[in-house]
């Protein structure tokens, strides 16, 4: 005991440590090359820390870092490599001051990596702004894409006009009267270029702009209209340079003109007068080559043809974090080919992650928590640095098998993403759990009342199903009522209890088209839930019981300023306590499609065994249909 003692004082004395190289294997998103030198882990006592122009390696944000025992020597291309850099070292920097002794070549795969945040429905605080700025930096994300009008307001200090902010023309209940200003964008872009982030501000016209129609009584797009823009748009440039925002988005989705070819042409020459590269949605009006599209539509042939288009453009078609099931579009990121080709072309310039707050919030910390935004972030950084694909050709929500390259290469993010969930983002409350490996059984599926009645069993992999997707798959023709029922089993080695998320619907945060939260007792969507036959309950009592059932969409409706509530979302809501007997347990879920046009998922993820987390524990085990 006293020769351990002895060794593992000379060790930190000399600032040198034996450890596991988990930082380095869990590292988001992972460097392009990473070369292991030792497997001490050092302290050094310096850094050198230099901007090298010539240094051969294929982009400007490109960076190197060596560490040994003596000092960081960290090489890159710019100061923004310079950046990333830095916040490799974060990563790999133990709580004791640590680092593991390897060399890494790093640089990305896509020069636009971005996050998109619409301030224009729900005004967020200059703080908050600033936090989710940190996040991206963090994770080497370099663009903000800042949505600041839409429908309810003008989110911008305007002089020219004041009438814009005033807050009688704008959506009751929508933060009335709340603009940025001036000083407070310049603000946000400065503190977003020192972490290594570009600000691109959106203004949306001609659409997406009923505010504008009530304050001047004409449209953008009218000879008018074009006139008062025009002024908004040379303050904006004039007290925003182009040395400050090189790139503009002038919006131009959802909404029909009598000339729609004639204002782009007028809102390209603008942004160009002063000059910004203009960057606009597609689907939306037709743009110039010299635009770079966004393009927005998930539909795999249509995005396929939009990118074929002269011109560059952005992947923003792997979808929006408020319509999916959150925990499930962690896997749908991460399996995603970025921009349909997995590297960076004379086309395919990067993508852009959105997030879009239709309904009104009263709470616009719970934004990121209802949207999953953090989990969503995570795999989007890892796909649009690393670039490159996993293999996955399904472009549905299903998530594949534990055995098959994209499911290997799944579970070894999912473990990668815990481990920032649980040291690296304790402050921001990531609201996911990974549960790939999660094997069911599935009756495909009787109407509704048949009970358990076969027509085809399936197979399905992880703690969220998308049913819709599911039947899709196995060519089931959709009726607007219908069920299934859903097993898996569980091995435990003994007597214990888990406690599991349990949810039979995730509402879209967009159109909230929802069956509602459940009568009181029972679960939502009249699903059930049984474990060796013994029907469980939800513990808690609802406290809005049946309230929010929406079988239509509430966009521009009065349903769409009721915010949403964390009961109406099952990762939101306390786990529900589930007893395991010793040996093999059979879960069984009821799952119902009560109504036409309905999201139709299941969820069933274990957190925790006796306290401590699933994936840091051995007591149970998920069990696959080759296991006996």
Known sequence: MKKLTVCAALFFFFGLVKATDKRVESMIPQPQKIETLSSVHVRPLTMDSRVNARLKLPSDEAYTIKITKDKIVVRAKSNQGLIWANRTLEQLKDPNGYYPSVYIEDYPAFP????????????????????HIDVLSKYKINVFQWHLTDNPAWRIECKVYPELNDP???????????????????????????????????????????????????????????????????????????????????????????????????AENLVSRYNRTPIAWDPGLPSSATTIRQIWNEAEGENTVAAQKPGKFLDSFMGYLNFYDPVLFTNKMFLHNPCGTGFADERATGGVLCLWNDVRSDDKNKLELHNGMINGLLPFAERFWKGGSVGHTDHSCLTPAPDT???????????????????????????????????????????????????????????????????KKHKVKMSPVMDAWATTRIEAQSDT?????????ATARSNRISNGIGYQGLWENDGRFFVEGVEIFPAAQWKEPAKYRYHYHTWHKPEEEQPFTDEQFYWMRQPVSVPLKKGVNTIEMYVPRVFAGQRWTFAFIPLTVDGEKVSEVSGIRFLQSEDK
């Open 497 to 505: 209890t888990i406690y599991a998320w349990i949810g039979y619907e």
């Open 168 to 266: 009688r023309f704008q959506r009751k209940g929508r933060d009335e009267g709340s603009f940025y200003t001036y000083d407070e964008i310049r603000d946000v872009i400065e503190y977003a270029a020192q972490r290594g982030v570009q600000v691109v501000p959106e203004i949306d016209m001609p659409g997406h702009s009923r505010f504008f129609n009530d304050t001047f009584g004409f449209s953008m797009d009218s000879p008018q209209g074009r006139a008062v823009l025009e002024k908004c748009l040379d303050e904006f440039f004039t007290e925003i340079p182009a040395t400050l925002c090189p790139y503009f988005h002038i919006g131009s989705d959802e909404v029909h003109i009598k000339d729609p070819k004639g204002f782009m042409q007028w």
């Open 405 to 471: 390259k994209p499911g290997i290469a799944l579970q070894e993010f999912e473990e990668r993403l815990a481990f920032h969930r649980d040291s690296l983002l304790t402050d921001c409350n990531v609201r996911w759990v990974g549960s790939a490996p999660m094997q069911w059984e599935i009756t495909l599926p009787a109407r509704r009342g048949a009970g358990k009645d076969t027509l085809s069993k399936v197979k399905a992999w992880g703690g969220v199903i998308e049913m819709d997707a599911l039947c």
């Open 112 to 131: 636009i990596r971005g996050f998109m945040h619409d301030t224009g429905r729900n005004f967020l605080p200059v703080g908050l702004i600033k936090k």
